[in-house]
Every structure is written in structure tokens, then in C-alpha cells.
């Protein structure tokens, strides 16, 4: 009995807390642009994201304030979600020249970190798409 | 009394100008820095010269800068994007640029090393001095492979759990698989199954040719490359007391060689450098001060100057090489590789001294003290172990000043290599062409070679090595076989990589005569496979030697069966595999297949802080319909009843955008430690695309259950008292698997006739307010038909783009119409089609 209560309430509660975003994240949470919105909520997790590649080659690219315009060493490279550009610390993706490459759908996993209270990402690993 | 007076002018004159000629005089030291901002580095360029301008040129030291800045980047300063030369004085304004400028060059290509010859001679001549220092000062690169390198690498021999009577060459993976469910084991890179799992549809990476370089020139798409820094100091006939990479990467064996003739010390970086780079100010204030110093002292200040900056900052490294040694050092790296080839049963040891020594940026780039080191610790061979301890005293010997944070760096010396395992080698990094003069008088190429092909048959097992990847195609493990095959069909596929292999599903309905028969570009072998139970038998197989056809044949019985192919040698070119005698299976046809795994690094972390949360894992899959029929679960050291929970847990699924997919919350009490699942075959829960399988915990007693990051595999759940501060309680471990029933008659995944690029449709943004961008990528020209339905299949809207490109396109969808809730959109062309799902706020 004590079961099918918890059972029943644990539907109810994934179900409200989805619907009040506060639960299970899901694809929307994990945009850079919900990031940018929370940043705080992400530091120090994990994220993945579907980005374009952009390497070093990023005149036209629009950062959020105060988050992911944070350049930690010379080779941080830069993805892009359409909307906005941010900074991923790490190795760049095997195969890709960050110098010239053209925009690569890349699959980015990377951990939201935290320095002189700027958002950056550090990369955990990468796949290219194409 | 009217003659004095010019003389007087003539001499106040000369009085007032003579700062001026006494900056241009016979200095000590002339600092030339080959500042090339024509990048994304631009603002980092202009607040570098800044910090020269703090300390700005003496008589005795002249600031010499060509500086070349890029458009979009940095607006300061006028913004101007050409190069100019100038001679740095001192002012204490660190935001703008208040030095004279000598020369406006426009626009300059400075990755052409004539430009950088002309920089050197230009400065030498006009400001000449008894000591020369030049920095080049912009982004340096390292090697990487060019993924469609060829090379000739075997297979390992099969390992010794392979079953009785395979040739000795092997499976590229054990046949024989574990009793756990659908083999986790058994399956070469099972640690990095979901990263295969990411593969689904990947088709080939970049085959840019990547070299070592400097200076990315990015307005005229150009870079100086190894050979042409060294041509073009050797061209501008100035030899350099000090040459300076104010760069990434560049404190390398392979950099410093050609250098050697050209320059005294040599300062750079094994690790990327902060973007910050050098601190000018404090190196140049003691140069000010001190212009007697010696070149040696200078390499070495630079050194300590970097590192009491950055002692506290990001990690890395910095040195100061005598270049006059490093021809010492080759000859001690030739001897030590000597001593390993001719040993000859060392492979192994270094390989895992390869894979522990300290890597950088690019993990193929190791510190060559380091390897030596470790190889010799592992050795037992007194040549080898001799020729070690003298490499690392000629590193010792040749690096003067040695800067590298700990524990990151611990071992790092000062000088690196390029040392990558088989799969990640460059094979342009040897090209003569190339003109990399330290693999043309040393061994370390040759010494390569040996170690990739493994002098004992065995070649390397590097950990690093994604061992699942499949670059081509993504059908070489059971779950992802293409097929089921059908009689006559080819099917076209190739194995450029050693790792690569590929598997095909065929099922017979009844006793059949079957023939397959393969036509190989190279050395590739052919393998009947039947599944048993949680074993996977070789029926038979076909290993003829070089390009002669494989070919199978013969009687098997009702059942489904497996055709492996797998590369002896590798090839570019496609093989072409037919099948023969099986009747066509009646569609559509459903096959079982394990296919979701978070065995490896979970593509994705989802986690929760309030009660009834769950974590869990996204699964990636191709948009096919599927069903989803069980889900296994395993705890690992987990005790939620130690936490005052009843130990009891809901597994659930929910689709893309977090949402519960139908009668999926079902209740467990798994064991401590094993396989457990739910059958799911009864709530026929219909799948198309990606979706999440997550675990709750009950959270009456423990309200938070997350992810830990800091574990490399698994999911790593945890029940807190206080999630938000760190997940400190009871860490354990759990892994999720999916089991999931596809139809065949849909399943467009192959190599060949795969038009829309499946993983290139993006929907953005989503969910989406009123209008949503679709991007794909076509590998053909076509119509494109889209439409959208209702999650009860009611069409939207339906749009035909004619005549589509090949390549990147993008279509901008109107939401304006639909009313909030979830839609399916769909991307059809030439029979195949791709789904995704759209939520509309």
C-alpha cells in the first residue's frame, strides 16, 4: 500500500516538477542560452550540448554578459549555438584544425566552471558530427 | 658676433634630437616580437604591447613590434587591421597604443615567412645591436592526424580468451562474450560504448592536413609552419641570441632542432600558454635594468619571470633550451630508441610509459624526459636503461631554466615530442616535404614506426584508444549490424582504420544454401557469426591473403547470423560484400537489439534536488521506430537504506524533453550488486529518437539524488542529505542499459545511401515561441519535404523544398499557428526520413 503511494506520488511529483522546470532537466536545460540564464545552477556539472565548432575563427560571434566570454589560454576555441558563442577550454577536436576550420556540428560534453566569477566550460570530451 | 648664433641652433638642435639617435645607436639588446593579432588573439596582442609600453625602449634596449590586427575582434585602439611596425616607448597608459608608428605595411600576411624575414632584417638594420632577441607571438599548433591517414598496422593477435581454432590473426573483438546481459564485456571499448554509441550516424572527420605551426594568420588564411620559421630566420641572416615562442605548444624537440644553428637559447612552452602570454613588464623592466646581461641569463629570466606570474594561475609550463645542446640530445634519443628496437620485447612497456608520461594540450605531444624515465623504470635492459639515464641528462643538460606546475606537471622537463599511439599518428609528420629536418637526421620517425606495427607482432594497447570508434560506419558492434541483408543486394563499405570492422545481420527463415562472397581493396577477412546464447560462435570464416576475394559458402540452418569484416591491412577504398541464397525476409521484420548503453562517459547527466527527482542518462538513437521492451539495471555500492530510505526505487523513461513516457514508472528492489530488469514489452512504449531511461529513489528520507562528474564511467548516482553542497553521501554507482526492438523496414542507417545526414538536423531554438530554424545537411542535391504533426499524427503543415544543395542548409519553420505543446517534425527526401521533436511554448 505504502508502494503504490509512493509510486503515485513520485508520477505526480516528476510530472509538476517538469512542468515547473525544476526536476528533471531535459533537452532545453542543457542550450546555451538556458545556461546563460542560470549559470549558477550549472557550475560545477556537467552538460552536453549540440554546438557548432567555430575554432579560433569568430569575428561575427555574440557572448552572453558575464558568461562564456572567458578566454583561459590562448587555444580555448569557441562553439556556437546559433544564438550565442562561448569559450571551451581544452583540446580542441582531434582532426580539426581550430585555425581554419569551417562551422562542424560537434556533440560538446564539458563541465560549467567557475573563475573570477565568469562562467567557462572545460571540456570533458567532444565528438564531431560530419 | 653673428656667426655664433647658428652654431648655437645647429647645437641646441642636436641636443634635442639626440634621444631620438640615441634609441636608433648600437644598442645591447634589440627585442624584435613578431606580434601577429590578426586573429582572435587581437585584444590579448594590443594589451601585450601595452606592457612593453610600461617599460618602452632605452638606449641600450630598443623595443622593436610589427604588429598585425584582424577584423571584429578588438575595436580599440582605431581600430585599424593592417600591420604596423613600431618602436615601443615607454608610457604608463596600459588601454591604448602610444608609441610612434615607424611604418604602416597594410595588410600583411603573417604566416608568409617572407614577412617575417622582412620584419627580422627591417629591424636589425635600423636598430642594430650586440645581442637579438625575437618573439613570436600568436597561437601555436601541434600535430594531428589527418583522419584519413593510411598506415600499416596490424591486428592484435586475438586474445586468449578467442575460441578454439580462429586464425591467429583474430577478431578485432572477442567473440566470446560474458554472461552479462548482451556482453558489456567482451566487446572491445566497452568503456566507450556510449561514445559509439554518439557515432550512430558520423561519417568522416576533417582530413585537414594539421602540422606543427605558428602565427595563424586568420584575414589571409595562412600560418607559419615548422620549416618556414626556421627558413625565415635563416633567410634574414641574423643569428639570434634568444628566440622566444610567446605561443602554445612549441617547447618541442621537433621546434628547437631546426632552430639550433640559428638561435642560442630558445624560450617556450610545452603546454598552452595563457592567454595573457608573456608578462612583458616584468621580463623587459629587468632587461632595462640590466642590459649587460648575458643571453643565457635572459632566456632564463624569461622563464622565471613567467613562472613567479603565473605560479598561481592556469597550469602549464615554460623552459629555456640551449640550442646548441638539442643536437646532443637527438643523438642520445637515437641511441635510447636503438636500444628498445634491438631489445626488442620492450613494446609493451612503452606503451604504458607512453600513455602515463605528462601530455599536453594535445595528448600526443609528451615530455620526452618523462618517457625516457618511465621506460627505463619498467626496463630491465642495461643498454636501454644506460641510453635512458643519458637522454635525460643531455634534456637535463640542454634545458637551462625549467618552469611547470604540479601536480599537472610534476614531471615535466621542458622539452616534448610528438609521441602519439598508432591511431592518432600524423603520417605527414615524417613527409620529407615537410621539411622537419629532425625526423630526416634522426630515428625518431623510424622509431615510431617499429613501436606502431610492434616489434613482436603485438602492436600497442593504449588505453587512450577509443577502441569502439568506427569512423566510417557505425555498425560494428551486434546492436548497431546493418541489416538484415537481402539476396544480391551489394552493400558497399570500407575500413580505413585498424579499429574498424564491421558487422551485418542476415536472417534465415529456413534451411538455406547461402553464398557471400567480398571483393577487399586490401587484406580484409570475412567471418560467419551465430549468436548462443550470450556467446557469439565463428561458423566459418575466409582469410585469404591480399586483395585475393573472400568468399563463404554453405548450408546453415533457420536463425539469424552475423557477417563480420575485419581489416588485415586498411584501405581507403570500398569493399563490396554480396550475399546469395537467402530467401527475401518478409517485411516488416523486427529484430531485437541491445542498443542503449551508459556503460562509458554518459552523453548526458540529468539530476534533480527535490523530492522524486531521478537521475539517469539520454540516449542517443537514430530517429527509428523502436520499441522500447526492457531495461536492465546494476547497482554498485549503493545503500540507500543506510541513508534512511526503504531501499526501494522507480525506474522510468521519459522521451527528449524530459516528459514520462507512458507506465514507465515501475517499481524495484534491486540486489546489492548484479543485473537486474524491468520488462517493458507489455506497455509497448513506441520510441523514436532519443530518449532517457533515469532511476528515482522514493526521497522521503533523502531529498537529493545526483551525478557525480569526477568518476571517468558509469553513472554515478548519489543520495545527499544536502545535494546542493556536493553529493557527499553514500556515492555508488549504478548502470543503466535499454533494451530496444527496432523495425527493420525503416532502419536507413548505412554508408552508402545515407542523403540526410541524420545527426546534422537541428532544431533550434527548442522549444521554440514562434518561429523554429531547422538546419541539415544533405549529402546530395533534392527535394526536401517537411511537415509537421501532432503528437496523433495529424499533419501541421507540409512544405517541398525543390531542389535543395548538397550540403549545409537551414529552413525557417512558422509556429506562429500551432498552439503550445509537443510536434513532430519531419524531414523527408528520396525515401528517407529523419523526426524530430518540436515543442512550441
Redesign the interface.
Known amino acids: 500500500m505504502r508502494?503504490s503511494f509512493?509510486?503515485l506520488?513520485?508520477?505526480?511529483?516528476?510530472?509538476s516538477?517538469?512542468a515547473s522546470k525544476?526536476?528533471?532537466?531535459?533537452?532545453?536545460t542543457?542550450?546555451l542560452?538556458y545556461i546563460a540564464e542560470k549559470p549558477n545552477r550549472f557550475e560545477?556539472?556537467?552538460?552536453?550540448l549540440?554546438v557548432n565548432f567555430l575554432g579560433?575563427?569568430?569575428?561575427?560571434c555574440i557572448f552572453p554578459e558575464s558568461f562564456c566570454n572567458l578566454?583561459?589560454?590562448?587555444?580555448?576555441w569557441?562553439i556556437s549555438?546559433?544564438?550565442w558563442c562561448c569559450f571551451v577550454s581544452?583540446?580542441a577536436p582531434?582532426?580539426?584544425?581550430?585555425?581554419?576550420?569551417d562551422p562542424?556540428?560537434v556533440?560538446l560534453?564539458a563541465?560549467v566552471k567557475m573563475k573570477d566569477s565568469k562562467i567557462y566550460l572545460e571540456l570533458?570530451?567532444v565528438?564531431?558530427?560530419? | 658676433m653673428k656667426k655664433p648664433l647658428p652654431l648655437l641652433i645647429v647645437l641646441l638642435a642636436t641636443l634635442c634630437i639626440l634621444p631620438a639617435f640615441r634609441i636608433h645607436a648600437q644598442a645591447k639588446w634589440t627585442f624584435m616580437v613578431y606580434l601577429d593579432a590578426d586573429n582572435n588573439l587581437e585584444s590579448f596582442g594590443i594589451k601585450d604591447f601595452n606592457e612593453m609600453e610600461l617599460v618602452g625602449s632605452s638606449v641600450e634596449m630598443n623595443i622593436i613590434v610589427q604588429i598585425d590586427r584582424a577584423p571584429g575582434y578588438d575595436n580599440s585602439n582605431g581600430n585599424w587591421t593592417g600591420a604596423r611596425r613600431y618602436v615601443v616607448t615607454q608610457d604608463d597608459n596600459t588601454g591604448s597604443i602610444a608609441s610612434s608608428m615607424v611604418d604602416d605595411l597594410g595588410e600583411v600576411n603573417m604566416g608568409d615567412p617572407n614577412t617575417l624575414t622582412s620584419f627580422i632584417q627591417w629591424a636589425a638594420s635600423s636598430h642594430p645591436a650586440d645581442h637579438y632577441a625575437l618573439v613570436l607571438w600568436d597561437h601555436g599548433g601541434g600535430w594531428q592526424k589527418k583522419k584519413a591517414t593510411l598506415n600499416q598496422l596490424k591486428f592484435a593477435p586475438s586474445s586468449k580468451d578467442a575460441p578454439i581454432g580462429i586464425d591467429s590473426r583474430g577478431l578485432p573483438f572477442n567473440p566470446v562474450i560474458s554472461s552479462e546481459p548482451h556482453g558489456i564485456t567482451g566487446i572491445p571499448g566497452a568503456g566507450k560504448f556510449s561514445e559509439t554509441l554518439l557515432r550512430l550516424q558520423q561519417g568522416s572527420v576533417n582530413a585537414a592536413n594539421i602540422l606543427k605551426n605558428v602565427c595563424s594568420d586568420e584575414t589571409d588564411g595562412d600560418i607559419l609552419y615548422n620549416h618556414e620559421i626556421s627558413s625565415a630566420i635563416a633567410n634574414a641572416g641574423i643569428h639570434f641570441d634568444v628566440i622566444g615562442f610567446d605561443a602554445c605548444l612549441m617547447a618541442m624537440i621537433e621546434n628547437a632542432y631546426p632552430l639550433r644553428n640559428l638561435g642560442d637559447y630558445m624560450v617556450a612552452s610545452e603546454q598552452t600558454v595563457p592567454a595573457d602570454g608573456w608578462p612583458y613588464d616584468l621580463i623587459l623592466s629587468e632587461l632595462l635594468f640590466d642590459p649587460d646581461m648575458s643571453p643565457e641569463d635572459f632566456a632564463k629570466l624569461i622563464v622565471q619571470k613567467y613562472g613567479q606570474f603565473y605560479v598561481s594561475g592556469e597550469p602549464g609550463t615554460h623552459s629555456a633550451i640551449d640550442l646548441s645542446l638539442v643536437s646532443n640530445v637527438a643523438s642520445k634519443l637515437d641511441a635510447f630508441t636503438a636500444a628498445i628496437t634491438d631489445n626488442d620485447n620492450l613494446w609493451s612497456q612503452v606503451d604504458q610509459s607512453r600513455s602515463a608520461a605528462d601530455k599536453y594540450y594535445i595528448p600526443e605531444h609528451k615530455d620526452l624526459w618523462h618517457i625516457a624515465d618511465l621506460i627505463s623504470q619498467l626496463s630491465d635492459d642495461g643498454t636501454v636503461d644506460a641510453t635512458a639515464a643519458d637522454l635525460k641528462a643531455a634534456i637535463s643538460g640542454s634545458v637551462l631554466q625549467n618552469f611547470a606546475t604540479t601536480p599537472e606537471f610534476a614531471n615535466s622537463r621542458g622539452l616534448a615530442i610528438y609521441f602519439p599511439d598508432a591511431t592518432n599518428y600524423n603520417a605527414h609528420y615524417s613527409e620529407e616535404e615537410n621539411g622537419i629536418d629532425f625526423m630526416q637526421e634522426n630515428q625518431w620517425d623510424e622509431f615510431l614506426t617499429a613501436y606502431f606495427n610492434g616489434a613482436n607482432g603485438g602492436g600497442p594497447q593504449d588505453p587512450d584508444i577509443d577502441y569502439g570508434k568506427d569512423v566510417y560506419e557505425p555498425n560494428n558492434n551486434l546492436a548497431l549490424a546493418y541489416g538484415p541483408l537481402k539476396n544480391d543486394n551489394q552493400y558497399v563499405g570500407y575500413l580505413p582504420d585498424d579499429e574498424d570492422f564491421d558487422l551485418y545481420r542476415i536472417e534465415i527463415p529456413s534451411d538455406a544454401d547461402i553464398s557471400v562472397d567480398l571483393s577487399v581493396p586490401a587484406d580484409f577477412d570475412l567471418y560467419l557469426l551465430q549468436p548462443d546464447g550470450s556467446d557469439l560462435n565463428v561458423l566459418a570464416s575466409s582469410e585469404q591473403s591480399g586483395n585475393s576475394p573472400e568468399g563463404l559458402e554453405g548450408n546453415i540452418g533457420a536463425g539469424v547470423y552475423y557477417l563480420a569484416v575485419t581489416p588485415f591491412d586498411i584501405s581507403e577504398e570500398p569493399y563490396v560484400l554480396t550475399l546469395g541464397g537467402v530467401a527475401e525476409t518478409t517485411e516488416p521484420v523486427l529484430y531485437n537489439t541491445t542498443l542503449a548503453y551508459d556503460f562509458g562517459s554518459p552523453p548526458f547527466y540529468i539530476w534533480g534536488t527535490a523530492l522524486g527527482d531521478a537521475a539517469g542518462c539520454l540516449y542517443k538513437l537514430p530517429a527509428i521506430p523502436a520499441t522500447l521492451n526492457r531495461v536492465w539495471i546494476n547497482f554498485q555500492d549503493l545503500d540507500a537504506e543506510g541513508l534512511g530510505g526503504d531501499g526501494t526505487f522507480y525506474l522510468t523513461a521519459l522521451d527528449y524533453y524530459g516528459y514520462l513516457l507512458p507506465d514507465t514508472v515501475l517499481q524495484l528492489t534491486p540486489p546489492d550488486t548484479g543485473w537486474v530488469y524491468v520488462d517493458l514489452a507489455a506497455q509497448n512504449i513506441s520510441l523514436n529518437g532519443d530518449f532517457v531511461v533515469a532511476v528515482m529513489y522514493d526521497g522521503f528520507n533523502t531529498p537529493g539524488i545526483g551525478y557525480d562528474t569526477n568518476k571517468s564511467y558509469g553513472n554515478n548516482l548519489f543520495f545527499s542529505s544536502d545535494f546542493e553542497s556536493g553529493y557527499e553521501e553514500d556515492p555508488g554507482t549504478y548502470f543503466i542499459r535499454a533494451e530496444i526492438e527496432y523495425y527493420a523496414s525503416n532502419f536507413t542507417t548505412g554508408s552508402t545511401n545515407v542523403i540526410l545526414e541524420p545527426s546534422s538536423v537541428i532544431a533550434f531554438p527548442n522549444p521554440f515561441m514562434e518561429s523554429v530554424r531547422l538546419e541539415y545537411l544533405l549529402k546530395q542535391p533534392g527535394d526536401v519535404e517537411i511537415y509537421i504533426t501532432d503528437l496523433q499524427g495529424r499533419a501541421v503543415s507540409r512544405e517541398i523544398l525543390r531542389n535543395q544543395p548538397a550540403g549545409q542548409n537551414t529552413h525557417q519553420l512558422n509556429g506562429t499557428g500551432l498552439s503550445p505543446g509537443m510536434y513532430l517534425v519531419t524531414l523527408k527526401t528520396d525515401g528517407q526520413f529523419i523526426q524530430k521533436k518540436l515543442v512550441r511554448h
Not at chain 1, 506520488?9 to 510530472?15: F, H, M, N, P
Not at chain 1, 560545477?44 to 552536453?48: F, Q, R, Y
Not at chain 1, 579560433?56 to 561575427?60: I, L, N, S, T, V
Open positions: 508502494k509512493y509510486a506520488t513520485l508520477i505526480v511529483l516528476v510530472i516538477c517538469h525544476k526536476g528533471i532537466n531535459s533537452k532545453d542543457i542550450t542560452s560545477g556539472k556537467a552538460v552536453m549540440d579560433w575563427k569568430y569575428a561575427e578566454q583561459i589560454t590562448r587555444s580555448d569557441v549555438d546559433g544564438k581544452g583540446s582531434k582532426g580539426l584544425d581550430p585555425a581554419s576550420s562542424v556540428p556533440r560534453n563541465n570533458i570530451d565528438l564531431v558530427k560530419q
